[in-house]
């Protein structure tokens, strides 16, 4: 636990990014640092809970955790990609942001029926991506087994979107 | 070798993706496939040479690859990232593209003087972003170690702009 800690204590946050008003929760330096990140991925295995057999890493910093994830505990990863990024898309979902709409796609032909998939991104705020991931992992017929962020914002109650999946941080702000 | 082979061989091709007249490489069949992803970490792993202290990966297929294999060989990763994405710009480059330019950043502080960076993407065509990717590390006094891909689409060219710096394809097509 004193390693997690210290781990996450390397984020920093910037006032104002991406806009005015947003404090921004940078993960960079955890990312650089290797026992920090071995933290990280060891308190995702710790909370994630019995056997998920694949990763769903959310574009585009859920990209780098989710992957760290996968090769350390030997499972695959899919990429949950933001539209018109993926040559053969399977499911799509499109949902609200606070100002119009987003969508995400995931992949043909690569989540198996009833595979149990571990879904994973970097900062869970308002939980409309990491709601839109579970869904699409549902529609391609795999079993959500979890949701695992680094950082939750309890202020902004994403757990709400996310209700009947388990949903770990490894911080709550 | 056998291994390698395989894993590759889940790559799919997909014609006129994104545009018309591209030829479009989709990995990720083999992301998803966890012996697929262990053999391609090592096989960056037997060609990066000795002693990479730090991976750069490369927004966006870069970051499944790099940060794969930095947990997997107990090293840290620095996203190199499109204009915009990150909130404390280290280093700043833009690059031509066929039609126009991009730019890609680095963080601030994370990449130590001297360091030993080896450089991810999963594609090497033009060499443009690759090129960027080095000059971005060096601007932040690192040293690149190497550049590594999955594949390499030869009739591009990539390597030429890529001089001085050692290149390592898993599969050149």
New interface residues.
């Given amino acids: 636990m004193g390693d997690l800690g210290q781990a996450l204590d390397l984020a920093?946050t910037?006032p104002d990014?991406?806009e005015p008003g947003i404090l921004?929760w940078?993960l960079?330096?955890v990312?650089?640092?290797?026992p920090?990140?071995?933290a990280v991925?060891d308190g995702f295995r710790r909370v994630s809970g019995a056997g998920p057999e694949?990763v769903a890493?959310i574009?585009?910093?859920g990209?780098?955790?989710?992957?760290?994830?996968?090769?350390?505990h030997?499972?695959?990863?899919?990429?949950v990609?933001k539209a018109?990024?993926?040559?053969?898309v399977g499911h799509r979902v499109e949902y609200r942001l606070e100002y119009g709409t987003a969508t995400l796609e995931v992949?043909g032909?690569?989540?198996q029926p009833g595979q149990r998939v571990l879904v994973i991104d970097d900062v869970l705020a308002t939980g409309g991506t990491a709601a839109a991931a579970c869904a699409l992992v549902e529609h391609a017929g795999g079993i959500v087994a979890a949701v695992c962020v680094v950082l939750e914002i309890a202020a902004l109650n994403g757990r709400a979107r996310l209700r009947g999946r388990p949903v770990h941080a490894l911080r709550t702000l």
Avoid: Q, S
């Avoid at 990312?31 to 290797?34: E, G, H, I, K, T």
């Avoid at 030997?74 to 990429?79: A, M, W």
């Fill in positions: 920093r910037v990014f991406p921004f940078d960079t330096p990312l650089a640092d290797a920090a990140m071995a991925v694949l890493a574009e585009a910093r990209f780098l955790f989710g992957a760290a994830y996968a090769a350390t030997g499972l695959g990863v899919v990429p990609r018109g990024k993926l040559p053969v992949p032909a690569v989540i």
